[in-house]
């Protein structure tokens, strides 16, 4: 009877943590689309939501912007995603962290020279006031 009880216990709570994962990865999906399509419309309020004060954005180039450059380039179109597909996307947490793992294929007009990335992407989100926000961005090209 004591083993049924514990064995219970364990499964219940392993249950809890597993469900709680899931609601805290599906926020961070939900966080990745909303900033993926602030980014396209060139939404300076939503990336401003989406993004925190110590935001750290690296290019593939070795560029890094902070919050209020990387948000200044992609609303005046200095920095311009047309079109934006994320595939190969994995979220692990731990804690009030988030890394986002996927690789970006976009097509691109910066500053008005059309072009195309296709891109792997490491995303760090923190959790602050209950938000999930983008703290650090990486980005390295896809080999040919």
């Not at 009880?5 to 689309?33: D, P, R, S």
């Not at 079109?83 to 962290?97: F, K, P, R, Y």
């Amino acid at each position: 009877m004591i083993k049924r009880l514990v064995y219970l216990i364990v499964l219940t709570t392993v249950m809890n943590v597993a469900m709680a994962q899931n609601k805290e990865e599906t926020a961070v999906t939900a966080a990745v689309e909303h900033l993926k399509k602030a980014m396209i419309d060139g939404d300076k309020a939503g990336l401003q939501n989406i993004t925190a004060d110590l935001l750290s954005y690296g290019h593939s180039s070795g560029k890094i912007e902070d919050k209020a450059t990387f948000v200044d380039n992609i609303v005046t179109g200095k920095s311009d995603f047309v079109t934006i597909d994320l595939t190969n996307q994995t979220i692990s947490i731990s804690g009030d962290a988030a890394i986002v793992r996927h690789t970006l294929s976009a097509t691109t007009n910066d500053g008005g020279n059309p072009g195309s990335v296709k891109l792997n992407i490491l995303l760090i989100w923190q959790k602050q006031k209950g938000r999930w926000k983008l703290l650090a961005r990486q980005a390295v090209k896809v080999a040919s």
